[in-house]
């Protein structure tokens, strides 16, 4: 049984407790809010106990835990990260800053790409890498969010598109063209060229209405196509008065998914399927993206990151 510790903020605490009894082979032993306010939270990951820092956790409860999940914002991470790379496996993310020290850990680092996880996009790689679609030509994918949904920083924006691009494609991009206009920056569109002729055309808009989220992803190989999408299906809910169309999702099963890989892993002995190249290569694709944005410029590179 590993013995998880988390250092979150109560929305984290919330949203793994809710997936705690899905779990197998592991169970929360600690947690640690990174805000005061935030330390009752910890009563949702169970039995967990609750240290008073992040410090404490490492010193005085080294022992209580096998290893620890991190969920806080880009530079919290990395620092936070870096720490406990010393001496326990660690889930962190999102990874934005000082990314390339990590790599020097010799424990395990997975960073935290939990869009890789959902149920939909895990089918289409499966498809893809057992030879079902053949070579990869055309990958698609749309994005849309409303205001609330949309993340401040542009990196963060792009940065799960460009992931799931490269690893569709099994590398970095040769080629980058991005379409951004000062008069609409809240849409973004670019364009990926890959080694073997294949291609991504991406799209993220940032402007719908509350509520008028979408993503779909499709991928056209030499001998089939696969596709994914958040179309939910809308049940009809008949009460007495005007029906109501309650709209299903995937729910937190990425979240699961990924927390359950990590687990395996650290039993297994074994390399995450998620690596520290995964996330700095799209941090490296993600900033050619951007470049080509400001530059109006193709950004060429060749050779995997």
Known sequence: MIRLA??????AAKSYGAIRTRLHRA???????LTASDGQAGQALGQATTAPSTEALFTEQANDFDAVVIDADPGQAASLAKAAAAGKPALAGPLLADIAALGQADTMLMPAHTWRFLPSIQAVKRSLDAGKLGEPGLLRIHRWLPPKATPESLTERILPDADLACWMFGGAPEKVWTLQ????????????GFANGGMAMID???SLPAGGDYFSLSIIGATGTAYADDHQNMNLLYAGDQPNALRTSEGRTDL???LQEFVDAIHEQRQATVILKDATRAIAVTKRIIDSA????????KGDI
Do not use: R
């Not at 400001?294 to 590179?301: F, G, K, L, P």
């Open 6 to 11: 988390l250092i979150g903020q109560a929305k």
């Open 27 to 33: 169970a929360w032993a600690a947690f640690v809010p």
């Open 181 to 192: 206009t000062p008069s609409n920056p809240d849409y973004i569109q670019f364009h990926l």
């Open 204 to 206: 993220i808009a940032c």
């Open 256 to 258: 699961a998914g990924q």
């Open 294 to 301: 400001n530059s109006n410029h193709v950004i060429e590179q």
